[in-house]
């Protein structure tokens, strides 16, 4: 690891010695904003988009599975997503997680209601 511009430790690996996207299982990442369709608002540099552009193509891929997290308040009314757009599988918040196809409340002992 070492410091990038803002001083954020990330890895030193260039080119080769890079694990490829298809082959982590799970990101987890935090969100600017989202919506209950699990469609995120990120920091705008398209980055995530392009590394993941793949999961775009026909439905042969099963990983990596996509988790955001953020606060409650960041939910958003509606987001429309654009054609490179990546949607979440699911995004988890202190009150609720939220998949595609509905959303799953979560009491205050942890448990799915």
Not at 10 to 19: D, I, M, N, V, Y
Not at 41 to 62: C, E, H, I, Q, S
Not at 83 to 108: F, G
Request: aromatic residues 8%; charged residues 30%; proline residues 9%.
């Amino acid at each position: 690891m070492r410091p990038n511009r803002f001083g954020i430790p990330e890895p030193s690996a260039r080119g080769r010695h890079l694990t490829p996207s298809q082959a982590i299982d799970l990101i987890i990442m935090p969100l600017v904003g989202f919506d209950e369709r699990c469609n995120r608002v990120g920091m705008g540099g398209g980055y995530y988009d392009r590394t993941l552009a793949f999961l775009r193509r026909p439905k042969r891929w099963r990983h990596p599975r996509l988790i955001g997290v953020a606060h409650e308040c960041q939910r958003l009314e509606r987001i429309e997503p654009r054609a490179w757009d990546i949607p979440l599988d699911a995004v988890a918040t202190e009150s609720s997680l939220y998949t595609p196809r509905r959303r799953k409340e979560i009491d205050s002992k942890g448990a799915l209601i």
